[in-house]
């Protein structure tokens, strides 16, 4: 079975630019969820969807999206880049989202400049 | 709100050496308890995990015991190998109105040394 796959791997943006980035879970999985890892915070819970409707957030700004597809494949979006948005970005699936196991994928690498 | 705390690093151990990363958390209930691990430039793995207290979870060479009345899930591997060097994150995850979400303790690094 393929793995959780993240899409860039890596990314190079100017502050005040936007950014999507893309995730595909392990087939089968319905939930996606989001987590931002930095050095000063850690790994910080964005957000997850399940059948393409979001069912849980964390402390984020509005800034912050995301979206899941009828394949639960998922996007995240972060407009109005800041440079404290520079980070690893980690989407983790499973299979029903509650107390399941979550995957994680390789992650995406932004840097904002 | 529910919070995990891990052991801080880094811990620098000598191969074959007796590993211990320690692990406390808070949280209502009885939530499951996880340990990840991440090797440089690469997301995180589950090492294992344990859903209720007194579960054993046990993977390559690590365990791990979900102690209810102290709270606890520490690691331990009886002898680390240089392979083993990475971050090593607990996690607790608590489905009841909060799905999808795991919260993680800060990581504890280590190092093993030939």
């Known amino acids: 079975k393929a793995g959780v796959t993240q899409t860039p791997r890596y990314l190079i943006k100017t502050r005040g630019q936007q950014v999507t980035l893309s995730c595909s879970p392990i087939?089968?999985?319905?939930?996606v969820s989001w987590y931002q890892q930095t050095p000063g915070q850690g790994l910080q819970f964005l957000f997850e969807?399940?059948?393409?409707?979001?069912?849980n957030k964390g402390n984020f700004p509005g800034r912050f999206s995301g979206r899941q597809f009828s394949n639960s494949r998922s996007e995240m979006n972060v407009s109005t880049l800041e440079l404290g948005d520079s980070a690893l970005y980690l989407c983790?699936?499973?299979?029903?989202?509650?107390?399941?196991?979550?995957?994680f994928g390789p992650g995406t690498r932004l840097t904002v400049l | 709100g529910d919070s995990v705390t891990q052991m801080e690093g880094p811990v620098t151990l000598s191969e074959e050496a007796f590993l211990t990363i320690n692990c406390t958390y808070t949280?209502?209930?009885?939530?499951?308890l996880f340990w990840y691990v991440q090797y440089p430039g690469e997301g995180l793995q589950l090492l294992l995990k344990?859903?209720?207290?007194?579960d054993k979870g046990s993977n390559k060479g690590f365990e791990a015991t979900y102690r209810k009345e102290t709270t606890s899930f520490h690691l331990e591997k009886g002898s680390v190998q240089v392979s083993d060097s990475a971050v090593y994150f607990c996690?607790?995850?608590?489905?009841?109105?909060?799905?999808?979400?795991?919260?993680f303790g800060q990581g504890t690094t280590l190092q093993v040394k030939p």
């Open positions: 996690a607790l995850s608590h489905g009841s109105g909060n799905t999808g979400k795991l919260i």
């Open positions: 949280a209502t209930g009885y939530p499951s």
């Open positions: 087939s089968g999985h319905r939930s």
């Open positions: 344990a859903t209720k207290a007194d």
């Open positions: 983790a699936s499973s299979l029903q989202g509650t107390t399941d196991t979550q995957y």
């Open positions: 969807y399940f059948s393409e409707t979001q069912r």
